[in-house]
């Protein structure tokens, strides 16, 4: 649905040339919800403007719904962003404008007319919430409510494909993840196909299918979020997972620390005490915690393995084979 190769994009900032992306490769398949995070916010914003050409890349390639937005003339160009919704979080609404006004501006600007365009508005509003409110202005709603307003304002064209940049920028956390259970469940409802940017790892976590690490202007990985469990090492997993502190090293033959991360709970701590007693190993937890992340229970904890060398190694073994991926400190 969004093919991104080879995107290339420079900037200059006083008198410098700043590269800001620099050969980006991306693919996000129909329907998937795909975050992109970063320690540059502006490279971030830039990769979004790219996708819908608001910033045209200096070189590669942009395909949207199979169509090449690179290559597009202008006027097809035009057509094409009407089906592609964006929602940031420096694009606010236009107070003299009422909220059904408001939401229905992507119409206005795709030529809908003012029966059908009030027929969309209604039952958008309707969907987030909003219909009390579809005469108030801006000023009289509060902040979830204009947040939710902004949402439908995406969506009403019935947009195929949604860029995201900082959806949640200056709301509290409580008010963040209605909006992001909000967008999520109606990405899901409309099929839509949704590429978020952030600097804040919890958006990710609390919406996304998929997550690429964007560094030095480049996707540095691209996983499914569910297969961030299976690589506890990458630098994803380090952004994402639950954080345990500098694990003391230098344990001799008959201790040994390793890092488990698993999803669930209680089961694993009871399969934990069961594969060490088998073993004829002691075990205890150093330090542990848990996240939902992608709607699972996700877990790491610091164990200190006590017995003989090789019975901590086959113990080790028996937890990868009940998916408690281990991460051993020597």
Known sequence: MIELDDIQKNRRLSGREIVQL??????????EICGVIGESASALRTLVRCVNLLDRPDGGSVVVAGQDLTAASRSALRSARHGIGMLTGDAGLLDQRTIARNVGLPLEFAGVRQRKRDLFVDEMLDLVGLAEYAGAYPAELGVLDRSRARIARALVAGPRVMLCHEPTRDLDPATGSHVLDLVRNLARRFGVTVLLATQHHVVVKAVCDSVALLRDGRVAEHVMLTDVLR????????????????????????RLLADLTFTGEAEHEIALTETARACGIDVSVVAGGVETICGLSVGRLRVELIGPGEDCQRALLRFADLHLTPKVHL
Do not use: I, K, N
Not at 22 to 31: F, I, P, Q, T
């Open 22 to 31: 620099d050969g980006v490769d991306l693919h996000v398949e129909a329907g």
């Open 231 to 254: 690589r506890p090492d990458s630098d994803l997993a380090g952004a994402l997972l639950p954080t345990l502190p500098d694990p003391v090293t230098g344990a001799d033959r008959d």
